[in-house]
Antibody
Framework: EVQLVESGGGLVQPGRSLKLSCVAS????????MNWIRQAPGKGLEWVAY????????YYAETVKGRFTISRDNAKNTLYLQMTSLRSEDTALYYC????????WGQGVMVTVSS | EIVLTQSPTTMAASPGEKVTLTCRAS?????MHWYQQKSGASPKLWIY???NRASGVPNRFSGSGSGTSYSLTISSMETEDAATYYC?????????FGSGTKLEIK
């Protein structure tokens, strides 16, 4: 069974940093591209970043480019999102999702940016 | 960036009613994916590559479309189908989502 479990969220002040993790199981993680997608409270879905299976291709949404860094450790079956210079508008539930089809999603981890 | 416009924003349907949700793209896309999200839950892939049902999706759901116009149809609405449905494209970067259609049971 495919499982994606996010962690690392919390309350953080504007301008500070936070690092999210997504641990994958139930499939060969190193063979799949992965994404971060977020959803602000009561709002729709916004794609944040993508990393290919071997980390050769990385894409970001314009809203986070230069502030967020996606990475992965295939040996640990783990996807990361390093978030810096956080803003109030980054407040959201952050999901990791597999493939460019987003065929499996985690349960999400909440990030709240507030003073 | 390709903008996806979903309509209606909200609708209510009676059990047994046929339902059609639409998604229009600002530029032509090669395919469309659809996701179902119930309150408090993660989104689920529902229809992929325009017309393919994801695993476990009832066959009362179908998808169709091409170019800039796509749709998701429920042949006969059931209570469990109440949810928000999002369309999504990745024909070009960045991938984008529609703003969703909230489907309620009447």
């Amino acid at each position: 069974e495919v499982q994606l479990v996010e962690s690392g969220g919390g309350l953080v002040q504007p301008g500070r940093s936070l690092k999210l993790s997504c641990v994958a199981s139930g499939f060969t993680f190193s063979n799949y591209g992965m994404n971060w997608i977020r959803q602000a409270p009561g709002k729709g879905l916004e794609w944040v970043a993508y990393i290919s299976s071997g980390s050769s291709y990385i894409y970001y949404a314009e809203t986070v480019k230069g502030r967020f860094t996606i990475s992965r450790d295939n040996a640990k079956n783990t996807l990361y999102l390093q978030m810096t210079s956080l803003r109030s508008e980054d407040t959201a539930l952050y999901y990791c999702a597999r493939l460019r089809t987003f065929d499996y999603w985690g349960q999400g981890v909440m990030v709240t940016v507030s003073s | 960036e390709i903008v996806l416009t979903q309509s209606p924003t909200t609708m209510a349907a009676s059990p047994g009613e046929k339902v059609t949700l639409t998604c229009r793209a600002s530029s032509s896309v090669s395919y469309m994916h659809w996701y179902q999200q119930k309150s408090g839950a993660s989104p689920k892939l529902w229809i992929y590559d325009t017309s393919n049902r994801a695993s476990g999706v009832p066959n009362r759901f179908s998808g169709s479309g091409s170019g800039t116009s796509y749709s998701l149809t429920i042949s006969s609405m059931e209570t469990e189908d109440a949810a928000t449905y999002y369309c999504q494209q990745w024909s070009s970067n960045p991938p984008t989502f529609g703003s969703g259609t909230k489907l309620e049971i009447k």
